[in-house]
């Protein structure tokens, strides 16, 4: 018993350990925020401000389009995540449900897929979506970002069909039901959680990217937010600390107030999906 507790509070420590070391980041961009100027360039820099402000939100919306460029984000994400993951269902379902070669060598190519460099398909990329006439278009960044979040999420995809148990299936089969059927009322509330987490992995892995839309998006109306926050940064790599923290963390709480209203529905999908199977 004891050395049960032990072990059980060792875990505690550790997780609490490592809630500290992933929350520090977001407490300090909280505090930088809402810092005065001459707060942020003391030699002693305090762990909350002593004189909060709102300045630098005023100043980051006077100096950059931030609105505009969240609305660009939420645009390419949201479609993005949307095109992804009414992709990658159907596709896992076969590749789970009917196992070949086929199926075993698709399923290699997309862990392969995951370590590629996509640094090295820049150039035929960009050539590829000039021809097209999508260089500078956020349609061109959603169809990019979709190629480039369809293999994971069809792995993830893939794994919660697999935990769905055939039987189920076979049961509604004798019962009378179609292929259909079968897939809309026991697979599907089944697949919701899964759907869900694929979906907020494909949001939040848009909402974030940097590097192609750097290479795609030319003119200030069409970017994103992780180019409009390189603004901050002046010529010479000297940042404007403030309004940055503070567009900075504009920019993060989509996806954080994302999680926090989605995580329960996972949990609560998988409970009702059991319930319906």
């Given at each position: 018993?004891?050395?049960?507790?032990?072990?059980?509070?060792?875990q505690?420590?550790?997780?609490?350990g490592?809630?500290?070391?992933?929350?520090?980041?977001?407490?300090?961009?909280?505090?930088?925020?809402?810092?005065?100027?001459?707060e942020?360039?003391?030699?002693?820099?305090?762990?909350?401000?002593?004189?909060?402000?709102?300045?630098?939100?005023?100043?980051?919306?006077?100096?950059?389009?931030?609105?505009?460029?969240?609305?660009?984000?939420?645009?390419?994400?949201l479609?993005?995540?949307?095109?992804?993951?009414?992709?990658?269902?159907?596709?896992?379902?076969?590749?789970?449900?009917?196992?070949?070669?086929?199926?075993?060598?698709?399923t290699?190519w997309?862990?392969?897929?995951?370590a590629?460099?996509?640094?090295?398909?820049?150039?035929?990329?960009?050539?590829?979506?000039?021809?097209?006439?999508?260089?500078n278009?956020?349609?061109?960044?959603?169809?990019?970002?979709?190629?480039?979040?369809?293999?994971?999420?069809?792995?993830?995809?893939?794994?919660?069909?697999?935990?769905?148990?055939?039987?189920?299936?076979?049961?509604?089969?004798?019962?009378?039901?179609?292929?259909?059927?079968?897939?809309?009322s026991i697979?599907?509330?089944?697949?919701a959680p899964?759907?869900?987490?694929?979906?907020?992995?494909?949001?939040?892995?848009?909402?974030?990217?940097?590097?192609?839309?750097?290479?795609?998006?030319?003119?200030?109306?069409?970017?994103?937010?992780?180019?409009?926050?390189?603004?901050?940064?002046?010529?010479?790599?000297?940042?404007?600390?403030?309004?940055?923290?503070?567009?900075?963390?504009?920019?993060?709480?989509?996806?954080?107030?994302?999680?926090?209203?989605?995580?329960?529905?996972?949990?609560?999908?998988m409970?009702?999906?059991?319930?319906?199977?």
């Amino acid at each position: 018993m004891i050395k049960r507790r032990a072990g059980r509070t060792g875990q505690y420590l550790a997780l609490l350990g490592y809630l500290v070391f992933l929350g520090f980041p977001l407490l300090w961009l909280v505090s930088t925020a809402f810092k005065p100027p001459r707060e942020l360039a003391t030699l002693h820099p305090t762990w909350w401000p002593r004189h909060p402000t709102l300045d630098n939100f005023r100043q980051a919306f006077d100096e950059q389009p931030l609105l505009h460029a969240a609305l660009n984000s939420l645009l390419v994400a949201l479609s993005s995540a949307v095109i992804a993951v009414l992709l990658a269902t159907p596709m896992a379902y076969v590749m789970a449900r009917h196992r070949s070669r086929l199926s075993r060598t698709a399923t290699g190519w997309v862990v392969v897929s995951q370590a590629f460099p996509f640094v090295l398909v820049i150039i035929p990329l960009f050539l590829i979506l000039k021809r097209l006439h999508l260089i500078n278009a956020l349609p061109g960044l959603v169809m990019v970002y979709v190629v480039w979040t369809l293999p994971f999420a069809l792995w993830m995809l893939t794994g919660y069909v697999r935990a769905v148990p055939r039987e189920l299936e076979e049961a509604a089969a004798v019962d009378g039901a179609g292929r259909l059927r079968t897939l809309v009322s026991i697979t599907a509330p089944l697949l919701a959680p899964g759907i869900v987490a694929t979906g907020l992995f494909a949001f939040i892995t848009a909402w974030n990217e940097f590097f192609f839309a750097l290479v795609l998006l030319k003119t200030p109306e069409k970017q994103t937010m992780p180019i409009i926050l390189t603004h901050f940064i002046g010529a010479e790599g000297v940042a404007d600390l403030g309004p940055l923290a503070a567009a900075a963390l504009l920019a993060t709480l989509p996806s954080l107030l994302l999680f926090a209203l989605i995580q329960r529905r996972i949990a609560g999908g998988m409970v009702a999906g059991a319930v319906k199977g």
